[in-house]
């Protein structure tokens, strides 16, 4: 880890944001105090708890002009910490704080968000204040799992499914979670509509429920941080920044047993709704047991985002992009990005695709009702390389709603696992109304693509490692699909007697420099101006 950056900690305190010097609040007037909470009367052993110490450290440092709260090393057992204008809380290498098993100690917050009221450090309705430090925040989410596991009950027809109900059967084993969960905290940082927002250098570990939620908050740099949550364990996301912008996410590590990072997803719609825009992330490992990098559903849009040398593993899903309201969605670019996904063997969303781009329909609670879908527009991959037993899925239930979608340089190793024949050959879209198309049958190809509208696929390469079953088909198979260019493809179906390429129901087709490693190259019906060259 590298050291704190001091000078922009220095000038968030003197009220200075570098992301935009015009627009940022500027408060030359905020002081330089050194609060530490040993002398606030907090014990540090772990068992005395530490919240009112903590919050006493903060509020005299706020009230001092700003400064420091400093947690020297040492475990601090806590609930409900409030952070304040002006103020960093410095959890020290060596220092611990380890949220609380009782639910007593946490303070209900005015309104909640899909249920969760409580968190164990908030900040709201501040400016310039942050959590720094090389100590560790510790959720202590193993104190709230239940004994007893419920078993999972499916609510869509799993008729639909290609294998039934022996796919429910094995999803309701939950062989790699979730884990039951008990009553538990609903959040462990959370910040709502703060101006100024400085996240380095601390580690996370064991969140209960979501760990790191933004929303509705301008100006926030987070870097640096290790978020490593026991992937068993449902919801506990590892950062979700919605409803916000001006943001950059850099040098990190995120594990979680859901989305290991979302960008403009829809759990913070409960406190606040903003449009999400203007956001980059680089230098990012993601590990997750659902989405390692969600980009939506979100209800107010998503714009002017950036992603660079971002790293998935072991993932059960690699990047998903997700419409399901009206919203627009637009100027999205990947660079440099490496996939491992693969299908995980428990009821977590995803059915392992190192990329997943979908536009449905979702009657989600916070939002206004809608018929209409949304717009997915200006999304550009560059250099992206995928390991996974899954394809990547670009797919609208209906046409017109997908379009300027760009592949430069994608190469897809697809890899054969167990669970293929027990788990594979199905098509997730979940969350979607109606449920019944939450996941249901479909064949499979490397790359799968149904109702996207100028799709360009420039210097593609798909290979087959070993066999599949016989419901994984083409290197790309495209269905409902206007102006699709393929330029410099290399590849090969699964099995030789089936085409590389197969077309149907579309126009506007521009294929060039194009072979087919195994087999025969296209295979098209349906399709209207077609150039082969």
């Known amino acids: 880890m590298l050291k704190p950056n001091w000078l922009y900690i220095s000038l968030m305190i003197a009220g200075f944001s570098p992301f935009n010097a015009k ?9 330089h105090a050194v609060c530490n909470v040993y002398d606030y009367r907090a014990v540090g052993d772990g068992v005395a708890l530490d919240s009112a110490a903590i919050n006493n450290a903060i509020n005299d440092c706020h009230a001092r002009g700003g400064g420091i709260a400093k947690l020297p090393p040492g475990v601090f057992r806590s609930g409900t910490i409030f952070l304040q204008d002006n103020v960093f809380l410095d959890v020290e290498a060596g220092a611990t704080i380890l949220g609380s098993a009782n639910l007593a ?83 462990l940082f959370l910040a709502l509509h703060v101006q100024g927002l400085q996240l380095q250098d601390f580690h996370v570990v064991d969140s209960p429920n979501w760990t790191i939620k933004i ?34 996410i850099s040098d990190s590590y995120f594990q979680a ?6 960008i403009g997803g829809p759990c913070l ?28 559903p979100a209800a107010q849009g998503v714009r002017d985002l950036s992603f660079d040398h971002v790293v998935v ?73 995928t390991n996974s037993d899954s394809p990547v899925v670009i797919y609208s239930t209906e046409p017109g709603h997908i379009y300027d979608i760009d592949f430069e340089g994608l190469s897809l190793s697809m890899k054969p696992s167990s669970l293929n024949a027990i788990l594979g050959g199905n098509l997730d879209l979940q969350p979607t ?9 479909q064949d499979m190809a490397a790359i799968l693509v149904h109702n996207v509208d100028n799709l360009r696929l420039n210097k593609v390469k798909v290979r087959w490692l070993d066999s599949f079953p016989d419901f994984y088909t083409n290197a790309l198979s495209a269905d409902g699909f206007h102006d699709l260019t393929i330029d410099h493809f290399v590849g090969a179906a699964s099995s030789t007697a089936l085409p590389a390429i197969h077309l149907q129901n579309g126009s506007g087709v521009d294929i060039r420099h194009a072979r087919a490693t195994a087999g025969p190259l296209l295979q098209q019906s349906g399709v209207t101006n077609l150039v082969h060259k």
């Open 23 to 31: 627009t940022a609040p500027i408060h030359a007037n905020a002081g």
């Open 105 to 187: 100690d946490y303070v209900k917050l005015s309104h909640s968000s899909e249920g969760r009221d409580t968190a164990l450090i908030v900040a709201e309705n501040v400016h310039d204040t942050g959590i720094i430090g090389k100590g560790t925040i510790d959720g202590n989410g193993r104190s709230f799992i239940k004994a007893t596991a419920d078993r999972w009950t499916p609510y869509f027809d799993v008729g639909l499914t290609r294998q039934g109900h022996a796919w429910a059967d094995r999803m309701g084993q939950s062989n790699a979670g979730p884990v039951t969960m008990g009553p538990r905290p609903g959040v």
């Open 215 to 248: 929303g509705c908050s301008h100006f926030i740099n987070a870097n640096h941080l290790v978020v490593l949550n026991d992937p068993r364990i449902p919801n506990n996301d590892a950062m979700d920044i919605s409803t916000s912008s001006d943001a950059t």
């Open 257 to 262: 047993g859901d989305d290991a990072l979302v």
């Open 269 to 296: 719609d409960g406190w606040c709704q903003e449009k999400a825009e203007r956001i980059k992330v680089h230098n990012v490992t993601l590990v997750s047991r659902s989405a390692a990098l969600r980009v939506g």
């Open 313 to 385: 593993r072991d993932s059960n899903r690699g990047i998903t992009i997700q419409l399901r309201a009206s919203e627009i969605v637009e100027y999205i670019s990947f660079n440099d990005t490496v996939i491992d996904s693969h299908l995980i063997d428990g009821p977590w969303w995803g059915a392992g695709e190192p990329i997943t781009i979908s536009v449905a329909h979702w009657d989600y609670q916070s939002w206004s009702k809608t018929e209409s879908l949304g717009i997915l527009r200006h999304v550009r991959f560059t250099h992206t390389v």
């Open 433 to 441: 109304t109606p449920i019944d198309l939450g996941v249901r049958r």
